[in-house]
């Protein structure tokens, strides 16, 4: 390699910009300090700091940190602080530029640690908690997995009843937790008149550890088993009495009819998702509110079970009457979602909470005008839809397929494989019927309410 031909004097911006290729001009830094050394370039001049005999060349950046071409007066600070770096490395016997690799060397080699490093954090799994908190979140998840219409539940009271209620103890280790535990949030509910809720909360509990119980000793248990639960802290609370009482109010044919007629005014907001809720057989509203256009099938409403102890939800397909698509167009029209049951255009599935607020309002002003004997709520009209079919001799069967209900008996699991669409259909065309008769006068409300005395 040829030398540049080198020009010794201080350098000048007009000194440098005039180097052609293969031309160098320095300035000396002082003596055996070094110099700043310039290089002519195709593309500009080049800067070096040089060195020591035989002389050595230390390249300076080409730009600066916002991105500009080195100035000279940039490269004369930078060459200054290499003569300082130098003489200190040549009092200590060590050479500068074999120093400046060494420590390159090492400075990539520790960015490439942090980058291994940081890639291992990035997949490696961080450790997960055992809390009670936890094992309430991963029950929930369980629940999800097999199709339970439970999960949301048990998800909504662990936040509103352990988490937000009482952090410490929800951030205590799942296997540390007593019965006292269990009864501390169980009084705070029953303080608060929540009974059902706490008998809610108590069941929730205590099937989460019989859950991580059963884990323990099941190849399929998954991340319930690294909880480690031996022992159940619910399952000697005893029942909350009064918060499981079943309802018996069942709307009588007259307020059932008169129920039918106010639903189909056009003022009635919630009136199509309540139509389509009746015509569909009252299933349960947790899992009908899922249900979206796709689940329509060659004129069923394709649903799937997962209640009770079943492990896999189990298909449950309900005939749907023209009067029932028309309730589920009502609904969505204008179409923002696919969602059928829905307050929104489809575009989310009807909330639980608002429709029960609609039908507890609209049962107080049927209550009002003569039309019902006493209040009901949503559940109630499930209830009425299987004694009102049962009244009109509906076999105990076709009823019970038709809500999804008392059929997780031998028979039924396994021998009894009749689809029941026809029964079905039967019976929600018998119901239908019997809403579209017209509504009774309150005088035959009078009278039912004298025979129920």
Do not use: C
């Amino acid at each position: 390699m040829t030398t540049p031909k080198r020009k010794s004097s201080n350098l000048t911006t007009r000194t440098v910009d005039a180097l052609k290729p293969r031309q160098a001009a320095s300035e000396s830094l002082g003596y055996g300090a070094g110099a700043l050394e310039a290089q002519g370039k195709k593309d500009g001049a080049r800067y070096f700091f040089r060195y020591g005999k035989p002389q050595r060349r230390v390249p300076l950046p080409d730009y600066n940190d916002e991105g500009e071409p080195v100035s000279l007066a940039e490269a004369r600070t930078k060459a200054r602080a290499l003569s300082a770096r130098f003489l200190e490395l040549q009092a200590e016997g060590r050479d500068l530029l074999e120093t400046l690799q060494t420590e390159k060397l090492a400075a990539e080699k520790a960015r490439e640690a942090e980058r291994l490093a940081a890639e291992q954090a990035e997949q490696a799994e961080p450790e997960k908690p055992v809390t009670l908190s936890a094992l309430m979140a991963e029950y929930a998840d369980w629940l999800e997995e097999r199709g339970k219409i439970d999960f949301r539940d048990v998800r909504n009271i662990t936040k509103n009843h352990i988490d937000g209620a009482f952090p410490e103890l929800a951030g205590k280790p799942a296997a540390d937790i007593k019965l006292e535990d269990v009864l501390f949030i169980l009084q705070r509910l029953l303080k608060a008149k929540k009974r059902r809720t706490a008998s809610k909360a108590r069941a929730y509990i205590r099937a989460a550890y019989a859950a991580a119980i059963s884990a323990r000793m099941d190849a399929a248990g998954g991340e319930l088993r690294r909880f480690g639960i031996e022992t159940n802290p619910a399952a000697g609370v005893a029942a909350i009495e009064d918060s499981t009482r079943p309802r018996e109010r069942a709307l009588s044919l007259a307020e059932l009819r008169a129920l039918w007629q106010r639903i189909n005014r056009p003022e009635e907001h919630a009136g199509p998702a309540l139509r389509f809720y009746l015509l569909t057989g009252g299933q349960r509203f947790a899992q009908i509110r899922r249900a979206t256009r796709a689940d329509i099938r060659e004129g069923e409403l394709v649903l799937w079970d997962g209640k009770g102890r079943r492990t896999k939800p189990r298909r449950h397909a309900v005939p749907l009457l023209p009067e029932a698509l028309e309730a589920a167009e009502a609904m969505t029209t204008p179409r923002l979602g696919e969602y059928l049951l829905s307050l929104t255009h489809g575009e989310t599935p009807a909330d639980g909470g608002a429709v029960r607020r609609a039908v507890a309002e609209l049962a107080g002003r049927m209550v009002e005008a003569g039309e019902a004997a006493e209040p009901f709520t949503l559940s109630d009209l499930r209830r009425t839809i299987e004694t009102r079919l049962a009244a009109e001799g509906v076999p105990l069967e076709a009823r019970a397929h038709l809500q999804s209900h008392g059929l997780g008996g031998l028979q039924a699991r396994h021998y009894d494989k009749h689809s029941y669409s026809a029964e079905k259909l039967a019976a929600l065309k018998k119901l239908r019927a019997l809403m579209t008769e017209p509504p009774a006068t309150v005088a035959s409300l009078d009278e039912a309410r004298k025979a129920k005395q």
